[in-house]
């Protein structure tokens, strides 16, 4: 007997998959709200929160680089995939790998550690960026912000590049997103906004991508990507 402000319902036992408890904090106005499916990337950037050991989810970002990323250890979390580019071989796409190691947790503060390792065409070494940063908040609104350093084989760059940006969850099923870049040798910051549209398991993310400079156009490159959670 399950009962309600409009009264009583009667449900069989055999009729009940599961029973799950929520907390207090995730009844707003009287109407669920699901777990944020995506809390451990912005847009193409990554936060500091890590998935727990045996979860995972593929997504696909600008629809030609696929990925599948899974928490090994509450503690570590391992992405992998390819490009997919059509009409070219095999050995002309790029790899990528993407590790990321959980440090320190203080509350709604977390720090992380981790790296984006490319093996791409006509290079012999691998390239990619060596990060850390630190993620403030919950869930549902956060702020992060990071630095790291790009590297060919064993040369490192001089100067980090640097990422700040957070979430915001407006509605039961859209969130706003920004991501932000300082990249070394670039004219000018690369500024990232966005909506998310969530569902238990699956996301959205709807952005622009633009350059902060005289010669920026509104609204910017289109972005999208998918993520699926399992």
Known sequence: VYETELGKLNIPIQSIKNIREVPVSSIRKGQYWFPNPNTTRLFFGPTARLLKKGEGYFADYELFFPSVTV???????????????????????????????????????????????????????????????????????????????????????????????????????????????????????????????MGEELCVDLAFFNKLDSDAVFPGIPYIDLVFKF
């Not at 609104?141 to 630095?147: D, M, N, Q, V, Y």
């Not at 064993?154 to 920004?178: D, N, Q, Y």
């Open 71 to 197: 928490g090994v250890t509450d503690r570590l979390t391992i992405g992998g995939g390819m490009s997919v580019f059509p009409g070219i071989g095999l050995d002309e796409q790029i790899f990528y790998l993407t590790p990321k190691v959980g440090l320190k947790s203080y509350g709604n503060l977390s720090f992380a550690a981790g790296a984006l390792l490319l093996k791409i065409p006509d290079e012999s070494r691998v390239v990619g960026v060596v990060y850390s940063l630190g993620t403030f908040g919950t869930t549902d609104e956060s702020i992060s912000a990071g630095l790291g350093y790009g590297f060919v084989g064993r040369h490192m760059a001089e100067k980090p590049l640097i990422m700040i940006g957070g979430e915001k969850r407006l509605t039961r099923r859209i969130a706003f997103v920004s991501e932000n870049w300082i990249i070394p040798g670039a004219d000018a910051p690369v500024a990232a906004y966005g909506i998310r549209l």
